[in-house]
């Protein structure tokens, strides 16, 4: 059983969950993987499955289980697809990316009126991820719990849109090439979400996934594994925000609480809209001048 401990003074929470130290580690041992098809009865009874054939049984496109390590008292984990290396949201089909943000918006609406539901996604082994095989997972936290989390960021260094979502880096950016996406209509929650907009935000994570993956590829982190985060923000005014592990926290910001972005947010969005080699190619012929 979990428990909540607060800071008085400054309102913060932490959450005491002794469970969450049986959790398998992603190493180069080799092991049977609990959420390949073919392994259902590794896992508990699915409460949400997409595709063929019975419940807890292969056959299936994507699954929601309930997580065997819980952070709280509803923890689900949702399987991307029955691939062990192809399930991150870059490598996926654009229609089962569709499927998947459509698990989120069913799991969320399940849930909304139990507290706060946080949806979120820890891809690579420098992301937290404690499983290889690509999956996101969802948290219900007790409404009397102030989340540490930021508000909507105002629309500034925008990368790419489409009809119902701004992509964009915002000036309080924390990581390098941080991203948001968020609904071009305000106010609303996730849950909220219909089908049109899915398919428009399922469309555009994935490209901008790509995109700053290719930016891990070319850049002084190539060779090392792509990691990433992102989450939904729970609440009113929702955003889905993307925080590449291209670096680590260290003593200073542990320390001060103050966040060190080593790329300006104007220069990473011009780097994601692929402005970065006209640039370059503008500066040359200046400097040949």
Same mark, same amino acid.
């Given at each position: 059983m979990s428990r909540y401990v607060p800071d008085? +003074?400054?309102k913060r929470w932490v959450i005491i969950a002794p469970s969450r130290v049986g959790r398998p580690g992603i190493n180069g041992k080799k092991h049977v993987c609990p959420l390949c098809s073919g392994n259902e009865s590794m896992t508990p009874p699915? *409460? +949400?499955?997409y595709g063929k054939g019975d419940a807890n049984k292969p056959g299936w496109t994507l699954r929601v289980i309930p997580n065997l390590y819980p952070i709280t008292d509803f923890h689900e984990v949702i399987v991307h697809s029955p691939s062990h290396t192809e399930g991150s949201v870059e490598n996926l089909?654009? !229609?089962q990316v569709n499927l998947l943000i459509k698990a989120y918006r069913d799991r969320y609406n399940f849930h909304r009126t139990k507290g706060q539901v946080i949806i979120f996604c %820890?891809?690579?082994? +420098?992301s937290g991820a404690s499983l290889a095989h690509p999956h996101s997972q969802l948290v219900v936290i007790p409404s009397q719990i102030n989340l540490d989390t930021l508000s909507r960021e105002p629309l500034n260094n925008i990368v790419d849109e %489409? %009809?119902? #979502?701004n992509v964009y880096c915002p000036d309080f950016s924390q990581w390098p090439y941080e991203v948001w996406i968020a609904p071009k209509k305000t106010g609303g929650f996730f849950g909220d979400i219909n089908d049109e907009e899915i398919e428009d935000l399922a469309n555009i994570q994935q490209k901008i996934i790509k995109q700053i993956k290719n930016i891990h590829t070319k850049g002084k982190n190539k060779g090392e594994d792509f990691s990433y985060n992102y989450y939904i923000y729970p609440k009113e005014n929702w955003y889905l925000r993307i925080i590449p592990r #291209? *670096? !680590?926290r260290a003593g200073f910001e542990l320390g001060t609480g103050l966040n060190v972005n080593v790329v300006d947010p104007a220069q990473a969005a011009l780097e994601l809209k692929g402005f970065d080699k006209k640039m370059t190619k503008v500066l040359e012929k200046l400097k040949n001048r």
């Open positions: 008085i +003074l400054s699915e *409460v +949400l499955r089909p654009l !229609s %820890n891809k690579g082994e +420098l %489409n %009809n119902f #979502f #291209f *670096v !680590s």
